[in-house]
T-cell receptor, first 113, second 115 residues
Framework: EPEVTQTPSHQVTQMGQEVILRCVPI?????FYWYRQILGQKVEFLVS????????KSEIFDDQFSVERPDGSNFTLKIRSTKLEDSAMYFC???????????FGDGTRLSIL | GDSVTQMEGPVTLSEEAFLTINCTYT??????LFWYVQYPGEGLQLLLK?????DKGSNKGFEATYRKETTSFHLEKGSVQVSDSAVYFC??????????????FGTGTQLKVEL
């Protein structure tokens, strides 16, 4: 069964550094998402992406965050200058249609030191 | 805004016991409802879904019925196994005008099944 893959599985970064989290969505999917889960808290929506642009973003997704689909297969989340509170599990998801169920990757655990 | 409330965990059961995990929601319009499961060290997997009132979603022995009158989507299984030990998330989705949909999750309920 096709799946969403995320790399790396764990990223350790110094505060203030830039980090890029990578995702390969399911190949025929058109809608892409990022969520995050701070340890012990809810899974929170960050951003949705469709037709090469952001369709919605949450309050969390401030100017330090950006997303990109640089080619036909990858979908990336960049945090420009990381803060301690960015430490979380970041999940990428994709769906084939606008109302359809989202399929998640295994996540990238981001640790900011 | 939309919200999902789940029962607190952890829930600890003996193998073959009956499982109920309560979930209620608040939403405008008519959302689709989902249960996702997260096994240790893994990502979120879609367990089941229901898209309209009175729909029953089912998968792997788990069931949940979309109850509009009580705004609930409780997860049930008649006989749990040790392999069902995981965190279960109730979620609803809102369609985005720009395309796609946005999931709103509950806090998750950890289930531990013991022999």
């Amino acid at each position: 069964e096709p799946e969403v893959t995320q790399t790396p599985s764990h990223q350790v970064t110094q505060m203030g550094q830039e980090v890029i989290l990578r995702c390969v969505p399911i190949s025929n999917h058109l809608y892409f998402y990022w969520y995050r889960q701070i340890l012990g808290q809810k899974v929170e929506f960050l951003v949705s992406f469709y037709n090469n642009e952001i369709s919605e973003k949450s309050e969390i997704f401030d100017d330090q965050f950006s997303v990109e689909r640089p080619d036909g297969s990858n979908f990336t989340l960049k945090i420009r200058s990381t803060k301690l509170e960015d430490s979380a599990m970041y999940f990428c998801a994709s769906s084939s249609d606008g109302g359809g169920p989202q399929h998640f990757g295994d996540g990238t655990r981001l640790s900011i030191l | 805004g939309d919200s999902v409330t789940q029962m607190e965990g952890p829930v600890t059961l003996s193998e073959e016991a009956f499982l109920t995990i309560n979930c209620t929601y608040t939403a405008t319009g008519y959302p689709s409802l989902f249960w996702y499961v997260q096994y240790p060290g893994e990502g979120l997997q879609l367990l089941l879904k229901a898209t309209k009132a009175d729909d029953k979603g089912s998968n792997k022995g788990f069931e949940a019925t979309y109850r509009k009158e009580t705004t609930s989507f409780h997860l049930e299984k008649g006989s749990v196994q040790v392999s069902d030990s995981a965190v279960y998330f109730c979620a609803l989705t809102a369609i985005l005008t720009g395309g796609g949909n946005k999931l709103t999750f509950g806090t998750g309920t950890q289930l531990k099944v013991e022999l």
